[in-house]
């Protein structure tokens, strides 16, 4: 086997694990799994979808939110916008979507599947030989639908393979009424969908995925210097929520590689176990998107600056992230498996998930030591109540201790309490109205008061 064969078996391998505990501890689950699944399309439960809501909060919270400080800590209005899935179809003509947002498509005479033309499997076929393919031609990846009971040529719609275009056709609303001025930009978290001709690696390559994507409005001229402050803020951001700096890339795409609606673009890529990957594209839209559509409809006027008293189309940068692909590789980030004691003078393998804490699906887990004991579950439960309004805490009190740290160190829990006899002042006086307090990475369990909880865990969040 030469080594890169080694590799793919190797990521392939550590893909197998990481889905299988995804699946075991309610990250991810194939779609309509019960019916054989569907090619493309993946759920997430409870604890993947606490994951993504904190992936999309961390950046509500960075971009909307707080209000954006930007170059020389100036702050730039970052304003929400939810707009609908479906949208009139002139929009993707205007846009350049109906004509170009394709991807080329082989066949293969023999097997009958289909490839990416830029993405050719390197195994034969399964028929026998070498696959014989097709011509290359282009398939558009939109996902058609009928809008209104009669199905017609004038009822056709599209799903949205961007939430970008939303932005734009809302631009001239949204800055009447936001009263704000260039500099300024609208965000946008929401499903997209795109027909991928090969969907693959996991979640990576999707046909329906949530992306979370600015439209940042700027003045003609100050493109290249908005490009680079935005590809600079958003490796800061991701380092933020737990990704390795050594594991991130810039990636600048070759002119002839552009978008049609890019005059630049630069993608922020990471290390995953299948190699270096588009994590979130970052590009310079000019005045494209925003010319067009006042070309097309006339109700986009040009912007009057008040300041210089000049009037212009705003160009745009836009970073644009998806957020199952953040998911992924938090994932594929926080996988570890250790060896370690198993408390009988043998060794178990350990599967623990280091999320970063303020990114993690629970942040605190509280265990009564045994259930059948009212007094421990009763302090437990009030530990638990606790906490719950400012972290993400999850009650436990299934099977022994050892077993609980395990579950918990799958789904990534940075800390566990446990209620004990002690905490009873059953046992030695001095240590009453404390508890164990378990961390995750170095699995030390130390005896803190109970009083101090909430500090010490908002105290160990912070230094993150
Ligand atoms: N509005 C710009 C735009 O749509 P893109 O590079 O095509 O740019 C942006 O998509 C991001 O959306 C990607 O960087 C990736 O994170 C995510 N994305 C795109 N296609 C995806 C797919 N099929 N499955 C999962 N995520 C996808």
Redesign the pocket.
């Known amino acids: 086997m030469d080594s890169d064969n080694r590799q793919t078996g190797r990521a392939a391998n550590l893909m197998d694990k990481l889905s299988a505990l995804c699946k075991r501890r309610g990250f991810i689950f194939q779609s309509s799994e019960i019916y054989g699944g569907l090619n493309?399309f993946w759920d997430y439960g409870p604890a993947g979808a606490q994951l993504k809501q904190n992936i999309r909060n961390a950046w509500w919270r960075e971009y909307v939110r707080n209000g954006h400080t930007g170059p020389e800590n100036q702050k730039y209005d970052i304003v929400g916008l939810d707009a609908a899935i479906i949208m009139h179809p002139s929009i993707w003509k205007t846009s350049g979507h109906t004509e170009s947002f394709s991807d080329p498509m082989v066949d293969c005479r023999k097997c009958k599947q289909r490839f990416r033309a830029d993405q050719l499997p390197s195994a034969g076929c399964p028929v026998g030989g070498n696959h014989d393919f097709t011509e290359a031609r282009e398939f558009n990846l939109m996902f058609r639908t009928s809008v209104g009971p009669v199905e017609n040529d004038t009822s056709i719609a599209y799903l949205r393979?961007?939430?970008?275009q939303a932005i734009f056709v809302q631009y001239q609303n949204v800055l009447t009424v936001s009263r704000t001025k260039i500099p300024f930009g609208i965000a946008q978290i929401g499903k997209?969908f795109?027909n991928?001709i090969n969907?693959r690696n996991y979640?990576?390559?999707?046909?329906e995925?949530e992306?979370m994507?600015i439209e940042f409005f700027i003045h003609p001229g100050t493109g290249e210097m908005w490009h680079k402050y935005w590809l600079d803020n958003r490796l800061k951001w991701y380092e933020s929520i737990g990704l390795p700096r050594e594991k991130l890339f810039i990636e600048w795409h070759a002119s002839e590689d552009l978008?049609h609606y890019a005059s630049a673009c630069a993608?922020?890529t990471f290390q995953f176990p299948f190699g270096v990957q588009?994590?979130?594209?970052i590009?310079n839209r000019g005045d494209f998107d925003l010319t067009q559509h006042a070309r097309a409809t006339g109700k986009i006027p040009p912007y009057f600056d008040p300041e210089t008293k000049e009037r212009f189309m705003p160009h745009v940068i836009?970073p644009?992230?998806?957020v199952?692909?953040?998911a992924l590789a938090l994932l594929t980030n926080a996988y570890h498996e250790e060896t370690v004691s198993d408390g009988k003078g043998g060794e178990e393998i350990r599967y623990v998930m280091r999320f970063h804490p303020g990114i993690a699906p629970v942040t605190v887990a509280v265990f009564p030591l045994l259930r059948n004991r009212p007094e421990l579950v009763a302090r437990a439960e009030a530990i638990f109540e606790m906490l719950r309004s400012d972290y993400l805490v999850q009650w436990d009190d299934r099977g022994n201790i050892g077993k609980r740290y395990r579950y918990q160190d799958e789904l990534g829990t940075p800390w566990c309490i446990t209620v004990d006899f002690e905490t009873l002042g059953q046992e030695d006086a001095k240590l009453k109205d404390t508890v164990t307090l378990r961390d995750r990475d170095t699995m030390i369990q130390e005896r803190v008061r109970i009083e101090d909880l909430t500090a010490i865990i908002r105290d160990r969040l912070s230094a993150f």
């Open positions: 493309g393979p961007e939430t970008a997209a795109r991928e969907p979640t990576f390559r999707s046909r995925f992306m994507e978008a993608d922020v588009e994590l979130e594209g590009a836009e644009s992230a998806g199952d692909r953040i």
